[in-house]
């Protein structure tokens, strides 16, 4: 074998190992690198084509909350090429059409440049489930995917049928329970709330966990949680346009959902609090046809009056059982 065939051949190999990715178990990294080997093994004759971006489909599920930014990486391929190709498959149905695996970045890096007009690309016979697993195992070797992206993701794996959620952790390499409670986050705050807030780097699960527990709990409207998302970042294109710098699509994504759990914390507490009693007149009491006494709320409570009496003397010796018996009607009014 030359080494050029041999260079070609560990391309894709090459890309598992790209960004760096965080340590994993033996067993995770085998299930990861065997959707890329199956996905390399699939490449026709291991041949680089170069190919017009125009003629590729980007049809994929989407993994990212944000638009990343290619202005950099664009410049780098203008400046040295493209040394890392892109994966792609043909198209079932459309002659000369291809449709992408992943290196979305590098697409539209090409796509957006004036001085490059072939994407360099590896072609592949894959068919939508094999394709699929190349895309998560391809986004599982990187370290940038933030915690609810995965958890949306998650959701659309199932929602359009790829498998159960034991099948999504095994592909994910991580455990079902972890899945069910991503889920649980993802239908406790809405898919739309999560997509107005972003992928808010740097939140965990906790946070996410308890934000949704909140939301669950108290029926916040998401409709103003998603206002609230959206005024954060209109803020920041704002200070794009006026202040001439460009924000920190993570930091903006993190102070939208601080902003979203600053409004539901708010909501729980104004929910929690006891309307203030008013003071009322009081009100006369009728017993046996004539007033024996008066009723009246204060700012503190109730206070009962009864004129003094057999009446009265036997309500004070009985008080506790009376007070006992109304307490139980109470509860039994509250269940029914």
């Known amino acids: 074998m030359t080494n050029g065939k041999k260079k070609r051949m560990s391309m894709l190999d090459s890309l598992a190992a790209s960004g760096g990715p965080a340590p994993v178990s033996a067993t995770s990294m085998m299930s990861n690198n065997r959707a890329l080997r199956s996905a390399r093994d699939a490449v026709d004759g291991h041949r680089v084509w170069e190919l017009d971006p125009a003629a590729i489909i980007d049809d994929r599920l989407a993994d990212r909350l944000e638009p990343e930014d290619v202005a950099d990486l664009r410049a780098a391929i203008e400046a040295n090429g493209q040394t890392v190709p892109i994966l792609v498959r043909r198209h079932p149905t459309e002659p000369d059409q291809?449709?992408?695996v992943y290196g979305r970045r590098r697409l539209e890096s090409i796509r957006l440049s004036d001085k490059v007009e072939k994407v360099r690309a590896l072609v592949a016979n894959l068919d939508d489930d094999a394709a699929l697993r190349a895309q998560i195992s391809e986004n599982m070797a990187r370290r940038d995917l933030s915690y609810i992206e995965k958890a949306?993701?998650?959701?659309?794996?199932?929602?359009?049928?790829?498998g159960t959620q034991s099948q999504v952790a095994e592909v994910l390499t991580v455990t079902k329970s972890s899945i069910s409670m991503a889920l649980a986050v993802v239908d406790m705050i809405g898919a739309d709330v999560i997509r107005a807030i972003g992928a808010a780097h740097g939140i965990g699960r906790p946070r996410w966990d308890a934000l949704a527990k909140m939301i669950e709990a108290k029926g916040v409207d998401r409709a103003r949680l998603i206002q609230v998302a959206d005024d954060v970042h209109t803020k920041a294109s704002v200070a794009l346009v006026?202040?001439?710098?460009?924000?920190?699509?993570?930091?903006?994504?993190?102070a939208a959902f601080q902003a979203v759990e600053a409004a539901v914390g708010k909501a729980v507490a104004q929910s929690a609090a006891p309307s203030p009693a008013r003071a009322t007149k009081a009100q006369p009491i009728r017993i046996g046809g004539q007033r024996g006494g008066s009723i009246k709320r204060t700012t503190k409570g109730i206070t009962l009056s009864l004129q003094g009496g057999g009446f009265a003397d036997w309500v004070?010796?009985?008080?506790?059982?009376?007070?006992?018996?109304?307490?139980?009607?109470?509860?039994?009014?509250v269940e029914d």
Do not use: C
């Not at 006026?242 to 993190?254: G, H, K, L, Q, Y």
């Not at 007070?323 to 009014?333: A, F, K, N, P, V």
């Open 98 to 100: 291809y449709l992408l």
């Open 152 to 162: 949306l993701f998650s959701q659309e794996l199932i929602e359009n049928g790829f």
């Open 242 to 254: 006026t202040e001439d710098r460009v924000p920190d699509p993570t930091d903006v994504s993190v």
């Open 316 to 333: 004070e010796a009985e008080a506790q059982e009376l007070i006992d018996e109304l307490h139980t009607r109470w509860l039994r009014r």
